[in-house]
Each structure stands twice: as structure tokens, then as C-alpha cells.
């Protein structure tokens, strides 16, 4: 008889669900939605910071390389060189001359 009482007791523990537990879990899982939201909008935010911390380096980069080039454009002697190659410019009094190669095809410079 005991153990018709205690299996019993058993069957009757594990498949009662009272009104607090199910209280219980519909607060669990109103909790579990209203976080939801800023957790996804905290993995946007966190993405979004990611992407542009990326695309600041890059803009860094290309401004590393446009100071550079501005630096260069300031040098007489750059702007004197590329003047003649590219430009065919002479100072006065000089004279200018194009070298034709042997296949009568003539490349214009790297400017």
C-alpha cells in the first residue's frame, strides 16, 4: 500500500501546475521579450560602432597618403620635374627635345 502511496504522490507532484507557476512563467517570459529589444538594438549599435571604426581607418589612411601627396606638391623640385616630363616644359634659353624610340611609336610619361 506504501508503495501504491508514494507512486501515487509522485505522479501527482510532477503533473500539477498550479496558477503561481504559470504566473511564474508568463513573467519569465514577458521579461525574457521586453529584453529582447534593447539587446537588439545593443548588437545594431555595437555593429554600426564596428563598421564605422573600420571606415575610420580607412579615411585615416587615404588622408596619411593625400598629405603626403599634398607635401610633394609643395617641393619646387617635384613640381619642376613633373613641369618638363609631363608638361614638355623648358626653361629660357633651353632647348627641348622628344626622343623618338627605333619603332617610331612615341609613350607619353607616367604623369
Not at 616630363?85 to 627635345?97: N, R, T
Amino acid at each position: 500500500m506504501r508503495a501504491e502511496a508514494v507512486a501515487g504522490g509522485m505522479s501527482r507532484g510532477r503533473s500539477r501546475f498550479t496558477a503561481r507557476g504559470a504566473i511564474l512563467a508568463i513573467v519569465v517570459m514577458a521579461v525574457l521579450l521586453y529584453l529582447i529589444v534593447p539587446l537588439r538594438t545593443f548588437m545594431a549599435q555595437r555593429d554600426h560602432l564596428a563598421h564605422l571604426e573600420r571606415q575610420t581607418r580607412i579615411l585615416e589612411q587615404q588622408n596619411g597618403l593625400l598629405q603626403a601627396r599634398v607635401k610633394q606638391l609643395h617641393d619646387p623640385a617635384y613640381l619642376e620635374r613633373i613641369a618638363r616630363e609631363c608638361l614638355g616644359m623648358v626653361k629660357p634659353g633651353e632647348i627641348g627635345f622628344i626622343v623618338v624610340p627605333k619603332d617610331g611609336e612615341s609613350r607619353p610619361p607616367n604623369c
